[in-house]
């Protein structure tokens, strides 16, 4: 994941989904876009480029796209949007020190689906 562009910050939690537990992974990433938008495509060309498959998308709200390579690995591509990191201080500081125009990030949620 860390190759696509500039992690900002990461998160792991647990998550249940259609009755299985899930852990995901949440990066924030400048993939050096001057859009939300911009971003989105640029992030899926990259992933593109190393074998992810689009499986759905709503561009430029988002992307989901599944790895041939890895099994069940699955990945949302998004516009960045402050709610996403609204419990997460940590997260949130790292985007004020990194990145002087947060509305360009992405956020890729990232999991390993049934």
Known sequence: MRSIGRVIGESTSDGIWEDTNDIITKFVIDVGGKSGPESVD???DLLGKRGWKVLSE??????TMESPKWGNDHLVVRPFHPVEVENEPSIQGMIKKKSPKPE??????????A
């Open 42 to 44: 640029k992030a899926v």
């Open 104 to 113: 360009a990030l992405v956020v890729v949620w990232a999991w390993e689906g």
């Open 58 to 63: 709503n561009r430029p709200t988002s992307a």
